[in-house]
């Protein structure tokens, strides 16, 4: 008999995938969370029937949610990770030489732990003496920490539950404070076909916080539509006004440094969520 995981993207939507088996189930303060095993995507984490990650097509997520501030800022040093208990965008900010510390503030520690156990070249990085894996808030930990980071990565799940405070502008103020004078944050902001009042929203508000404020997609399988989004927010630093020349290149699978303008070319539908109030 055949085994298929669906998610239930909307009321409407929702993708189905073949899987051969569950590798792990439980239940944290927070969340349900499960790591199945998929026919077609290898280990898949699912937090409350949400797909978060899997072996085959996170690095499209990882790259894109860090390489565009780590490489558009000139020196950034310390940088803080909200969320991303899977490590990933740990990973990818510990590629650049200039960092000396990359925090992790994840509120769930059982994400962690499944991570290190069942996607370990997502979370390889996490046990880099540069790594500070603080189990926290990450709200109240950016609160606390006023001046201090280059960069802020926030890698948080759909807005629901404990994440609903990462998509408010209250946040977004306090994550302005956290960074130093020419400090960068980028969020993850969703689909452009299913989450159009965030988008606009979220870009609104850190528009209304950060002189500098620009929107990126990505074409991630596993995630609602395939199309995501990312939103940039900067206090001096342009991302379409780097020297791709002076770019750092990695071993990447999608971000490269000919694509760090480009992906600022946004489609005509996605143009419109960020120019008009109506749909």
């Known amino acids: 008999m055949d085994l298929w995981y669906t998610e239930k993207q909307t009321k409407n939507h929702g993708i189905t995938t073949k899987i051969n088996k569950t590798l792990h189930h439980d239940r944290s303060e927070f969340q349900t969370l499960d790591v199945i095993e998929t026919a077609e995507f290898g280990n898949m984490l699912v937090l409350d029937g949400m797909v978060m990650t899997t072996d085959r097509d996170e690095f499209v997520y990882h790259e894109m949610i860090t390489h565009i501030a780590m490489n558009t800022h000139p020196n950034p040093k310390n940088v803080l990770v909200v969320g991303g208990g899977d490590g990933g965008a740990i990973r990818e900010i510990l590629r650049y030489p200039s960092v000396e510390q990359a925090v992790l503030a994840e509120i ?16 390889g990085g996490l046990d880099d003496p540069r790594v500070d894996i603080q189990v926290a808030d990450g709200i109240q930990h950016v609160r606390d920490n006023k001046g201090k980071y280059d960069v802020i990565l926030v890698d948080s799940t759909e807005p ?17 404070e956290a960074l130093k004078e020419d400090g960068i944050m980028v969020a993850q902001t969703e689909s452009p076909w299913f989450n159009r009042d965030l988008i606009r929203q979220v870009f609104r508000d850190i528009s209304g916080t950060f002189p500098i404020t620009r929107l990126y997609t990505a074409s991630i399988p596993t995630y609602p539509s395939g199309l995501w989004s990312f939103t940039i927010g900067s206090k001096k630093y342009d991302p379409l006004h780097v020297d791709e020349s002076k770019l750092h290149a990695f071993d990447t699978r999608y971000y490269r440094p000919e694509l760090h303008k480009a992906l600022f070319s946004l489609p005509q539908f996605v143009l419109e969520l960020l120019q008009t109030e109506g749909e």
């Open 160 to 176: 629901v539950g404990p994440a609903v405070g990462l998509f408010q502008k209250p946040f977004y103020e306090e994550i302005y």
């Open 108 to 123: 769930d520690g059982k994400v962690i732990e499944a991570s290190k156990q069942f996607f370990p070249k997502i979370a």
